[in-house]
Structure formats: C-alpha cells, structure tokens
C-alpha cells in the first residue's frame, strides 16, 4: 500500500534536501511565553552533514522538531524534498515520513520485544513496501551487527543499540535523516563510532543529515557548522576543527 | 504491524493474562449457562420421548384452563375396554399420575426441595406393558400387589432403600406401609435431579390416590398401517366429556415445552449474571488496556516518527484487544464445561435440582461464546485504542509528553452529566410508563442501568479525591508514612482509580440493591402476615405455598383443644357478565370454613362484616377489594365462577374486604369449602389455620408436631413467627443465590484491582526504588500498596452501596401501590463494606510483593 505524496515544488527540490524560511516558534502565551525560535533562515542541500550547535535552551531540538514536521512553528514555512510540511495534515506528514525522513534518537527508541533486524525493517514494513534482503545485509555489515540480527535490544549494548538505529535511520534512504545528540547517551569512544558512522553513510551514500550536538569533536566531523543562542542562527560556518568549534563557542558564550 | 501488535502482546505476557482473567470467567458463565440449560432439557427431553416411545395416541384428561398446581381430572376406566375395540387399535395401557410423599428409614419426609414427588400407576400386568414401558428395572420386580411398589435408583441410594426394605408413603390419607418389590429408572436419563418417584400397581394407585375405577391417561399403540391421527379420529367419537386424544408425539413436545420454558428462564436468568460479570470485565479491561497505552506512549510515537500512521497505531491495540479477547473467549468457553458442573451444584445447594444427561456442547454455545466475549474486549479496547491515535510523533523525543486531550475533550464534563441524565430517565420511563410492554420496559432499564454504570464512572473520576481524603485519614492513622503516600498515590490518577473502582462499584451496587430489595419484600410479607393472620398455627406444606392433601384435616380436628379452619386454593377462572365486567379473568379461588375462618383470619371488611363470612351461604362469595373494583362487582352482584374441569357455579357477592395489597392469604373469591370441593376435583389446601385453646406455646406446638409426625410427614406447623420465617427463609435463599451469583462479578472487579496496581508498580519502579534507597522497608512498601488497594476498594463501596440503595428505592416508589416496603438491611450493608476492605487486601497480596521484591539498585537504573 505505498503511497506517495502529491508534489509540491517550492525551492529546487533537487538539490535541496530542506529548507525553513521565517521559522518562529513560541511557546506557551502572555507573560511566561518563550520564544524558542526566531526568524530562522536556512536551506540544507542534498549531501550536506550540517551540524547545529548552541548552548542549552538554545532551541537546537526545537528547530530540529520543526525541520523533521514533528512540531509545527507558530510562523514560517518548512519544505522537505520539494514538499512545504508547515502545510500537510497528519495523514500526508506520515506519508512525507515515510518516503523522505530518517530520525536517529538520544534513547534510541528501539521497540523492545523485536529484534535487532525487525527494527531496522520497520519503516519498510509500517509503509508496506517489499524488504530488500540484499540492503538490509548491506546495512547490518556495515553497522557491524550481522552476528547481532536475531538480539532484542534488552541483550545489546547501548553503542550497538544505536547502531541498529542508524540502520533503520537509513533503511528507507530518506531524504534526510535527523538526528539529536545521537552520542549524548554513550560514551566518548563509542560516540566516536557512531560518528564515524554517519560520516561514513553521508560519503557512500550521500545521505543527508542534521545533527544536534554539544561536543565540539562531532560538529567536526560535518561539512557545516550552525551555531544557535536564543532561538536565531548566529554562526553558520564550513567545516572546522574541533579546536575552532570550541572557540565560537566560548564566543558565544562570552556574548 | 501485526507483529509489532503480538509481539508485544507476549512481552507483557502478565498482563495480557490478567486482563483476560476478567473476560475469561464472564464468558465461563455464559458458556456455562448454555451447557448446563441445553442439558437439562435434553435430559427433559430424552425423558418425555422415552415415555411416548412405543405410544401413538395418548388419551389424558382434559382441563378447561392450566393451573399452576392442578392436575387434570381422572376420567372412567370403562373408556380403556372401549379404546381396545376401535379398529386400528393394536394395544393399549392405562396409566395413573399423582403424587406421593415417601418417607425416609426413620418415617420422616424425604424432601425434595420443590422437585416433585411423583407417583405412577403401572399397568405392568397387561402383556402389552412392555411396548409402552420407558422404565428399565435395575433390582427387583414391578409392583402388582396390595402393599407393594417400586422406586427410583436416586432416592434408593440416598436413602440407602434396597428391595425387600419397607417405606412409607402418603398420598391422599396419612401414611402408609409399602413393601419396596423394585427399583426402576428412566432409560437413558442420568439422573432425574431431586424427584422422588414412587410406581404402584394401577390398582394400588386407584386405591391410594382415590380414583377407584378412574384412569388418568391411556397409551394407545396403532396397528400397522393405520396412522396416529388416523386413529385420533376413530378415538374421538368415543371419547366422554373433559377428555382428549392426542399423538403420543404432541404429548412429548407439550410436556417438554413445558419444561422449556422453564429452563429457558433458569437461562436468561443466569445469562444476565453472565452478563453482569462481562459488563464488569469491560471495564477491567478498558482500564488495563487504558494504562498500557499510557506506558507505552514513547512506543507509539516512535511508531509514528518511523512512519507508522495513525490507523496503524489503532489497529495495533485493537489486534491486541482482539487476541487478548479471542484466547480468553476460548478458554472461557471451555471452563464453562466446568462452570456448568458448578453451576448445578450450586442450584442443587439452593434446592433446585434437575434432571441430567450426557453433557450437551451445542455449536451455538460456541459461537456465542467466542463472538460475545471477543466482542465485548474488542469493544473495551476501543477507546484506549483512540487514545493510543492522538500520540504525537514528537513524544517519542520530549520526556513525559501526555497525549493531547481530544476534540471533544472540553464537552467531556457536559457529556457525562447528560449521560447520568439519560440513564436516569431511561430508568425512570422504563420503570413508571404504563404503555410500554414488559420486554421494551426492561430492555430501557437495562440500557438505563448500563449506562448509569458508565456515567457515574466517569463522575466518579471526581470524588476519587474528597472520598480518598475521607477514607484516608484511617490510612493514615494506622497506616503512617506508608498510608499517607498511598492516600496520595490513590488520587494522582483520578481517573484511572475511578475507573478501577468502578469495575467493584458495579458488583457492589447489584449486590446491595438485591438485598435491600429482599429486606422489603420480607417487611411487606411480614407486615401482611401480620395485618391477616389471626390464628394460632398455620399447617403448611414444606416451602410454604405448594398446596398439600387435605386428609390432615380430620386428624387435627379430633383434637378438641383444636379450632380448625382449613383454606383450599386454586386457579380458577370467573365469567362476569355484567356491563362493566371484562368477560373471563382470572381468579385465585379458596374456599374457606365459615365456621371458623373469622377467629383464623383478620377480614378488613369494605363492606359486611364477621357476621357475612359466618353465615357464609353455599352460592355466596367473599370478594377482595381490587378485584371487586376491577370487575365492576358490588354486594348482592352476581358472577359465575369456573373450576380447570370447566364446572361452573353461580355465586352471589355477600361481602368484600381489603386484603394487604402486597400478599393476600386468601383468594380473590373465596367460598365455602363444600362449594370449592363440588367446584374442583382434588382439592388441596394452601394451609390449615388453627386455634389452640390457651394461644400457641411450646407445648401445643410439641403436642402438634407429635400428631402430624408419624401420619403426615412433610406437613408443618407453624405458628405465627414461624410462619413469617418461612417466607422470610424462602427469600434469603433466593437472596444468597443471587449473592453467589454476583460474586462472580465481584471477582472479575478483583482481577481489575490487582491488574491496576500491578501497572502502577511497574510504572513506579524508579520512585519504589527511590523510596526503598532512602529507608522504606519492604514491610513499608507492601503496606503502602495495600493501603493504596484499600482506598479504591473502598472508594467503589462508598459510590456502589448509596447507588445500590437508591436504584432499590426507585423500585419501590414504583412498587408502592403495591404494598411494597422500603427497607435497608444495616448490618448486610455494613459487611459488604467489609467485603470491599477484604477484597482490597486480597487484590494487594501480589503487587504489593512485587513492589517489596524490588531491586533498589535495578529499580533506580530502570528506564
Ligand atoms: N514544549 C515546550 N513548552 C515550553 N517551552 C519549551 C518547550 N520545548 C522547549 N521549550 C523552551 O524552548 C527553549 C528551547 O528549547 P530546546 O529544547 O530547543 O533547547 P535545546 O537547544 O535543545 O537545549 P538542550 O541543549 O538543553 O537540549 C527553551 O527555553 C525551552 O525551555
Ligand atoms: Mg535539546
């Protein structure tokens, strides 16, 4: 039962993966309203590994939230290949979903009572699409879990936990896979591996993805850095040493 | 999808098994119900063809009207040498039906409990006796002489009876003699419940139950080649007045219907009980599925970031509803096998005991079984399957996000005060509108009553914290920090304790309104009992109402100390032909003794007085109020009255009384005795008033029983309290099986409560964890979970009891006019409190272990 989504071109849906024009977001009213997000400027191209930095209360997760169409801003406009999510209903995001978005979490979320494999084919299966055996192997390999397939999580490490989770991240090959603070649960060496591995499927695959993260040794790994305070884009640099992240960073802080 | 929906289902393997626990018993007791009814009417069934195997035509008596507990009159015996010459005739036996009290080894009454004691007469001499027999003889011989008969294999093992063995019986006069020459059994019936049968000779039976050359039915056998109805027409040309003829076929199909209808009440009767505990398991069902849900909100969402849409996450709770339903819908249907074995135990435990066959599993038990129990948690899990859709994909990232609350969240409070108020009116029209019939009246209460259940539980969500406040300060004082945090556990989800609470509250409100009801119905009989009965002692049969010989009579007033008043009874019918009157109705007939009726009973005198009922003449009739009213019936009025044999007699109105609207002791016309008894064949007594010289004491009532003891065993004396008690008990009986009938409920309510806090306490792991590091004992923890059961327990009894109440009272405002007393039973209503408190602990026993059980360390790092 796949179905697709009608089109609607905005911006150049062929090279940009996503994109959010005049994005505010506002919560709650009166007196005790915050604004998490302010007049958010930003286009992703296709390939891209763009990383968003920013102290805490930033609003790093909550443009996130708005770029993936999980949560809605209060005004602006967010396009997803082509499609302008700011204007879908449920139904259609979860077809948008489905074709184009990828979500890597900092608790994983695997379900719990499937194993290793069945969360990596779960996307395939809820869109009703055939599961090709072949890139589910490819995918396993190269997550390092081929011996792994048949474990629940419960029986896996966090590190391997979330590399099922970059592999079922991938399995649909969206058109952009989110992630927020994959390594914020892991440690140090492990959160390298696990970088190391969205690195890897952005050259192979040129798969597109924004991540959010604290530590200045993983925004050096993208090909673009977005420093956010206070809910605007105030950086947005190539790719930088970890040395030269942690600089803006004291930067901003100072400021 | 489905996957994701089973495998689930496995992981919470604990769960699913409780909450299929609530649907499991309640579609027991409907499979239960199915197999139990459809094998006592097989067994019916099997014994009503065996009699009329080898029988084409059957000639009986024939009545004008039924009565409850006439039977038809006897007709000449002459008619049976006349059948045999009807061409067509091949063979033909007579027969005789009756009753007959046996006594056991010590000359007391066997009792039956209200099965009958039958009595046969059996043409076992006739060469042709064989065709026809549908007995088969397990000892002994048939009984052909003076002074002999046989008996069942049942009451010959209870009563350790074997041939050779000598008992009493009693029919028509005191007790006799029998030598005990066989023991019979029906062919292929198991058991023919609690029935006592007595077979004699045809001619013994003409003796005993004084039908000197009468017969009671023929067995007619057609020649080959000559149909039944064939020979149903030849026969009736012969046949004498109040006699028919009938294919033996019919007889069985009547006899049986009979017993159908019967049976088919005894079924609604406990389908309704199955019912109830399926209503309470929807609700156990719904708050368990509700709770998962909630847990598993970081799933769901996960489910919708990954691409899951929202039906997907809809239909993933409703398999799971549907399995959970189905597996238990199984094993409920098997259980009831079980359950039925129960189920007549119980029955033969309250005095109702039926015949039986091999056990009867028909396909529609099956069916309805696995449909209504599928159903009904499919339906359950609806609306936390709804809940489960508004999971927005974003929890699965923002730690405790709660489903955002429905469109039609806002008209919730309005919606459940609408839904109270419908229920009340749909109880309140089905209960006082007079247009509607029986059936739409009770559909419109029951519809009322269910959602009455629904509505308060919604309510209740809202007294959860003001009753929680007052029945946990006892928590509190006794229970210390442990109480105070249960107290507070109890009310941090309103809606999920109410909802837990209610699954009790319904059992609990059935319950009360039962007894409350009871109570007045014994105050109403009592109350009558008190406003009519003048005598000293009532002789009465065993369960107080069924009418008994009269032969006592003449013992009793031998006695000089003795004033006698006996009180014949039976249906009859009066055909009144006045302009107001409605043609033939119905009208209980007594006949009185005018000689002595004004000293036994207490007439509330419209118009005559004493002085009417003494001189009572043999045309002239004493007529209740309502029923003089009714047919437009005055003093010095006329009206004909008519007995089952279609005999009729003209009778003059000499007086009319009011009579307790609630019970009257007398009939709606009574006549003199000699009247009554040249009006109806075989009459009996309802009771035998008397007066004792000096008033009752213990004495006279020793004096008494001794008298009766040897003679007429099974008759009772009571005096005036006894006689209250009687009823009283007949009542609580009823009352007690309905009780056990509802534990059932209860029960399911039960399983609700552990499944609740079991949840709870997986969903409180970290915080137990938590608690325990910083010094609760585990003693600590299990108190605060049982304190915490406690408080719902309780939380139901203080909404069920009062709804209880005040559904009784509405009845009975409605049954008023009736005479009907509004009666709460205190000390039942102050147990069922305790019931709850008990059932509270019992429902804590396993959480609250669990909860001890806990590993702090493992407790704190769980996620
Ligand atoms: N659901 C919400 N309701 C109200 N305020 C919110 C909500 N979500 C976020 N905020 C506020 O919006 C601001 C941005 O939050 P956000 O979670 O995006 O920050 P963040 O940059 O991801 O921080 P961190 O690095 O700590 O994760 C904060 O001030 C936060 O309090
Ligand atoms: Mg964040």
Redesign the interface.
């Known amino acids: 039962m796949t179905q697709t989504l009608a089109d609607r071109p905005s911006f150049d849906a062929d090279t940009t993966a996503v994109a959010a024009h005049e994005v505010a977001r506002r919560f709650g009213e009166g007196d005790t309203a915050v604004d998490a997000l302010q007049g958010v400027e930003l286009s992703v191209p296709i390939g891209q590994f763009t990383a968003v930095m920013g102290p805490s209360g930033s609003g790093k997760s909550t443009l996130m939230h708005i770029l993936a169409g999980l949560d809605r801003p209060t005004t602006g406009t967010v396009t997803i290949a082509g499609h302008e999510v700011t204007a879908l209903g449920d139904r259609q995001l979860t077809l948008l979903r489905r074709e184009h978005v990828g979500f890597i979490f900092q608790f994983f979320n695997l379900l719990p009572m499937l194993t290793a494999e069945e969360n990596l084919t779960l996307p395939l299966r809820l869109a009703g699409d055939k599961v090709d055996d072949d890139w589910t192997q490819e995918l396993l390999e190269k997550v390092g879990l081929t011996d792994r397939r048949k474990h629940r999580p419960s029986e896996l490490s966090g590190g391997q936990q979330q590399r099922v989770a970059i592999a079922r991240a991938l399995v649909n090959r969206p058109t952009i896979l989110f992630a927020d603070e994959p390594t914020g649960n892991l440690d140090s060496r492990t959160g390298e591996d696990i970088l190391r591995l969205l690195r890897d499927s952005v050259d192979t695959y040129k798969q597109t993805t924004l991540m959010v993260t604290h530590e200045p040794r993983a925004a050096a790994m993208a090909d673009r850095i977005l420093f956010l305070a206070d809910g605007r884009i105030v950086r947005d640099v190539g790719r930088s040493s970890a040395t030269d992240v942690l600089a803006v960073m004291e930067e901003l802080a100072r400021t | 999808?489905l996957?994701?929906a089973l495998?689930?289902l496995?992981?919470r393997k604990l769960r699913a098994v409780l909450t299929a626990l609530a649907v499991i018993l309640g579609v027991a007791m409907i499979s239960g119900t199915f197999v139990l009814t459809d094998t006592i009417n097989k067994a019916f069934d099997s014994l009503f063809t065996d009699s009329y195997a080898g029988t084409d035509v059957v000639i009986t008596g024939a009545q004008a009207f039924e009565t409850d507990f006439g039977q038809p009159p006897p007709f000449e015996e002459s008619l049976f040498e006349e059948v045999q010459e009807v061409d067509g005739v091949d063979a033909a036996v007579r027969g005789i039906t009756d009753f007959a009290q046996l006594t056991d080894k010590d000359g007391g009454p066997i009792t039956t409990g209200g099965a009958p004691t039958l009595g046969f007469g059996l043409d076992a001499e006739n060469p042709a006796f064989e065709r026809f027999n549908p007995l088969v003889l397990v000892d002994g011989e048939w009984p052909v002489g003076a002074s002999e008969v046989a008996i069942d294999p049942g009451t010959a093992n209870d009563e350790g009876y074997v041939v050779g063995d000598t008992i009493g019986v009693r029919a028509r006069g005191p007790v006799e003699d029998f030598e005990i020459v066989g023991i019979a059994k029906f062919g292929s019936v198991d058991s023919i419940g609690g029935a006592t049968v007595a077979y004699f000779s045809i001619e013994e039976a003409q003796v005993l139950f004084e039908k000197d050359g009468r017969l009671d039915g023929i067995q007619i056998a057609a020649e080959a080649g000559t149909s039944a109805s064939e020979l149903i027409s030849r026969i009736e040309p012969i046949l004498p007045e109040q006699t028919e003829a009938v294919t033996g076929e019919e007889q069985a199909q009547e006899d049986s219907s009979d017993v159908e209808e019967f049976t088919s009440f005894i079924q609604y009767f406990l389908l309704a009980f199955g019912g109830i505990a399926l209503f309470v398991g929807a609700f156990v069902i719904f708050n368990t599925l509700s709770i998962t849900v909630a847990q598993r909100t970081?799933?769901f969402a996960?489910?919708?970031?990954?691409?899951?849409?929202?039906q997907?996450v809809l239909g993933s709770v409703i398999v799971e509803a549907f399995v959970i339903g189905f597996l238990a819908s199984v094993v409920g249907l098997f259980l009831g096998l079980l359950l039925a074995l129960g189920l007549n135990a119980v029955f033969v435990e309250f005095g109702i005991d039926l015949p039986t066959s091999g056990t009867v599993f028909a396909t529609r038990t099956i069916v309805v079984s696995l449909i209504v129990g599928t159903l009904v948690t499919v339906l359950a899990g609806i609306v936390p399957a709804l809940r489960a859709t508004r999971v927005?994909?974003?929890a699965?990232?923002r730690e405790g996000a709660t489903p955002p609350a429905g469109r039609f969240a806002k008209f919730a409070p309005l919606f459940t005060v609408l839904m109270v108020a419908a229920a009340l009116a749909l109880v309140l029209v089905g209960m006082f509108s007079n247009a509607l019939g029986t059936g739409l009246a009770l559909g419109l209460i029951g519809l009322g009553v269910v959602l009455l259940f629904v509505g308060v539980a919604l309510v209740s969500a809202r007294l959860v914290g003001p009753i929680a406040a007052v029945v946990g300060t006892v928590s509190v004082r006794i229970g210390g920090t442990p109480g105070r945090l249960a107290r507070d556990n109890a009310t941090r989800n309103p809606g999920r304790t109410a909802s837990t609470a209610a699954a009790l509250m319904i059992g609990l409100t059935l319950v009360t309104f039962v007894a409350v009801i009871a109570e007045g119905l014994t105050s109403s009989v009592r109350d009558a009992i008190d406003e009519q009965l003048s005598a000293d002692y009532a002789i009465v049969s065993e369960d107080g109402f069924t009418p008994f010989e009269p032969g006592v009579d003449s013992t009793l007033a031998s006695e000089e100390t003795l004033t006698v008043s006996p009180v014949r009874g039976e249906n009859a019918r009066a055909l009144i032909d006045s302009s107001t009157g409605q043609g033939a109705v119905d009208a209980q007939l007594t006949g009185i003794d005018p000689a002595t009726i004004t000293s036994a009973y207490a007439f509330a005198w419209d118009e005559g007085s004493d002085a009417t009922a003494a001189s009572l003449g043999e045309t002239d009739a004493v007529v209740e109020r309502n029923f003089a009213e009714d047919n437009g019936l005055r003093v010095g009025g006329t009206f004909q009255i008519q007995g089952p044999s279609g005999d009729q007699v003209e009778l003059t109105v000499a007086g009319i009384y009011d009579a307790p609207e609630f019970w009257g002791m007398l009939g709606e016309v009574s006549v003199p005795i000699d009247t009554f008894d040249g009006l109806i064949d075989g009459p009996r007594n309802l009771y035998t008033l008397l007066l004792a010289e000096g008033g009752a004491s213990e004495a006279t009532t020793m004096e008494l029983a001794q008298l009766l003891a040897v003679d007429f065993p099974g008759i009772e004396i009571d005096t005036q309290s006894d006689f209250k008690d009687r009823f009283e008990q007949n009542v609580s009986q009823f009352l007690n099986l309905l009780f056990v009938l509802l534990a059932l409920s209860v029960i399911v309510s039960l399983f609700g409560m552990v499944n609740t806090l079991i949840l709870s306490v997986f969903e409180r792991t970290r915080e137990l964890g938590m608690l325990r590091a910083v010094g609760m004992t585990r003693r600590q923890a299990r108190r605060m979970i049982r304190h915490e059961s406690v408080i719902t327990a309780l939380i139901g009894a203080a909404i069920g009891i009062p709804l209880g109440v005040g559904l009784a009272a509405i009845i009975t405002v409605r049954l008023s006019d009736q005479g009907f007393a509004f009666s709460v039973p205190w000390d039942k209503i102050v147990i069922f409190a305790i019931v709850a408190v008990i059932a509270g602990i019992l429902a804590a026993v396993f959480p609250a272990r669990r909860a001890a059980r806990l590993n702090v360390l493992r407790a704190l790092q769980y996620?």
């Open positions: 999808m996957r994701v495998r689930g496995l992981g970081r799933e996960t489910l919708r970031t990954l691409g899951g849409s929202r997907q927005a994909p974003i699965a990232v996620e």
